[in-house]
């Protein structure tokens, strides 16, 4: 089965920047669509970026302009750029995939345990 390992999570300062990684294994499969969620305890889990395969990519309105979505495939690896960074409640972030690309499903069947990411003023 898909196995998923987020890494880079931590504090950082509003206004900054951080950059996440998800090292994936376990997928013998040449198509698949990998993104990234994020969620606050309590609330909806939001899908805020989506890659396909081929390297297209979509991020969400309500992180257009400051996220940005990369793989390195060969090193099977995907990252999120996270930039301007605003002080909020403490928000985990998840790496998700699916064997099926993103233009031809909505739901992600993998998700990693997450890592915290806290912005200070």
């Known amino acids: 089965q898909v196995n998923l390992a987020e890494s880079g999570g931590g504090s950082v300062q509003a206004g900054g920047s951080l950059r996440l990684s998800c090292s994936v294994s376990?997928?013998?499969?040449?198509?698949?669509?990998m993104g990234w969620g994020r969620q606050v305890l309590g609330e909806e889990r939001e899908v805020v970026a989506q890659?396909?395969?081929?390297?297209?990519?979509s991020i969400a309105d309500s992180v257009k302009g400051r996220f940005r979505i990369s793989q390195d495939n060969e090193k099977k690896t995907l990252f999120l750029e996270m930039g301007s960074l605003k002080h909020e409640a403490t928000v985990r972030y998840y790496c998700?995939?699916?064997?099926?690309?993103?233009?031809?499903?909505?739901?992600?069947?993998?998700w990693g345990q997450g890592v915290q990411v806290t912005v200070s003023a």
């Open positions: 890659i396909e395969s081929d390297g297209r990519s």
């Open positions: 376990g997928y013998t499969g040449s198509s698949f669509c």
């Open positions: 998700a995939a699916r064997a099926v690309p993103c233009a031809y499903g909505n739901t992600f069947k993998f």
